[in-house]
């Protein structure tokens, strides 16, 4: 390489070096420090000093109560799109699911136990084969009075499920006496809490040693009540029009075998896939029917097909912003 090519390199090296100067020096107004880089800013949720479920107060001043409710605040508030999709979904499927709560002596809390296990997504399913907004496992859907099969699968059918729940929970009840004892057994299953309150010599859930999953579990349905009572308080704020609707259903009874769904729906004015959105427990391109039972298929109505904002009310006033 002769002089010259090498002054060339050198002036070329020297001024990519300081390319990064010159550009940062004709903004400096812009960015004068670090901080004012950052377009947002990150802080954690403040813990109440105590939380209420089903009507019993939990004092939150015990050190580890406190930190067990601060990591589930902070997971739901940065959680945004989860967070965000589940208030929505909420405002369609809290109207169909509380009556029955109620009707079932079941506290309304026990509506956010369907939140954090399935984040109100009806299709649902997790490794282990639980399933629906429940997510309910094949046996205890079973004994709970849920049909299940390659053909039929009740835990995605809300009313049905919903009803399952609540004897499963009213069962629990009965042997606890304590609604968030309740909600461990739900997780952990009822043998397992059983045992370890009898190990443990404690009287509630919320004072045993748990693996993390259920530890967690029994904040995370007080964290999920918290952030539904005012998203706004959380960062969350929705329009009105931004939530989902309940969706208007012509309920038709059927007690014979359908042989094509895709031809049902379409007698009935609908898309095979607008069928089985409304019926997602029909598993199978048919319904096989060979003893007869009753069935009611949700047939949605004209009006309800198609979005309309102005038809859109919260049912619950605190998830949207004026």
Known sequence: ????????TMMLAAFIGALPLMINSTHTGEFESPKSQISYVVAPPSVPAEATFADDVINLSRYDLRERMDRELMSFTYMHSTTMLMIKRANRYFPMVEPILKENGIPDDFKYLMVIESNLNILARSPAGAAGLWQFMQSTAREHGLEVNKNIDERYNITKATQAACKYLKESYALYGDWLTVAAAYNAGKGRISGQLKQQMVEKATDLWLVEETSRYMFRLMAAKMIFHDPERFGFMLKREQLYPPIPYEKVTVKKQIDNLATYAQQ????????????????????ENRTGRTYVLHIPKKEGLSYNPQKIVPHNSRWVID
Do not use: E, S, V
Not at 1 to 8: D, G, P
Not at 276 to 284: E, F, G, I, T
């Open 1 to 8: 390489m002769n002089k010259k090519n090498i002054f060339l």
């Open 268 to 287: 009935h004015g609908i898309t095979y896939a607008q069928l089985k959105d409304a019926n997602p427990w029909l598993r199978d391109t048919f319904l």
